[in-house]
């Protein structure tokens, strides 16, 4: 079984539209989570933390549940930038673990 | 300034060659990673050093070794390589402390190709 498992997509929202995204870890000890933004062609980037109590960071709002070990990602007001491969991670005991991806184009 | 940096940003080899890709961070992190993404986009460990110390070692053929001279480089040297070895390869750095409040920061990638 993979340590996170997510939607690959692709979700093809038109601009301004809200998008969700979302992701399942399977270590309950897992105690760190991001969501990283990969676009084609070049390195992950951390786009942002999650925490228990869910953060919001501009248009992007992030949410963890613990108990169904579960994340969320919400993109308001997509922009055509917003377009790459959104990546769910959790961490383990020495490193992090990446989900397979979600891809997003936002279209004009 | 490039925080962690990874040469060559592509290489193109035959099967059966030896091949190095190296990386350089200079963040001053203790933890460093190399991470293989297929061309399924999955990103996989295959190797962290912390303090020039092998921490994790997956499942990856004895024909990939890292070398760590100091806690500022970490190495990936591949001996005989095979078609299925192309891919991306991604170094990898974070701090030793803190957990992982902040993630990781990555290297721009090397994209292996064996023809």
């Known amino acids: 079984r993979k340590e996170v498992e997510q939607d690959p997509g692709p979700f093809n929202v038109p601009e301004g539209a809200t998008v969700a995204f979302n992701c399942t870890y399977s270590?309950?000890?897992?105690?760190?989570f991001f969501w990283y933004r990969q676009d084609c062609r070049k390195e992950p980037k951390l786009l942002m933390s999650?925490?228990?109590s869910g953060n919001e960071d501009g248009r992007f709002t992030a949410q963890l549940n613990r108990a169904s070990q579960y994340i969320s990602l919400l993109i308001r007001d997509s922009k055509l930038s917003d377009s790459a491969t959104y990546l769910c991670?959790?961490?383990?005991?020495?490193?992090?673990?990446f989900g397979t991806g979600t891809r997003l184009t936002v279209i004009p | 300034d490039t925080a962690v940096s990874q040469t060559p940003k592509y290489l193109v080899t035959q099967m059966g060659n030896d091949k190095s890709i190296k990386c350089e961070q200079n963040?001053?992190?203790?933890?460093m990673y190399w991470y293989k993404q297929d061309s399924k986009k999955f990103l996989k460990i295959m190797f962290s050093?912390?303090?020039?110390?092998?921490?994790i070692n997956e499942t990856v053929p004895n024909r990939f070794s890292p070398k760590s001279p100091d806690k500022a480089h970490l190495n990936l040297h591949i001996n005989s390589l095979e078609l299925g070895d192309s891919a991306v390869y991604f170094c990898?750095?974070?701090?030793?402390?803190?957990?992982?409040?902040?993630?990781?920061?990555f290297g721009s990638g090397t994209r292996l190709t064996v023809v």
């Open positions: 991670v959790v961490s383990g005991a020495n490193n992090l673990f």
């Open positions: 999650v925490y228990s």
């Open positions: 990898a750095s974070r701090p030793g402390t803190g957990g992982f409040r902040r993630g990781y920061t």
């Open positions: 270590n309950s000890a897992s105690q760190s």
């Open positions: 963040l001053g992190h203790d933890t």
């Open positions: 050093y912390n303090n020039k110390e092998l921490i």
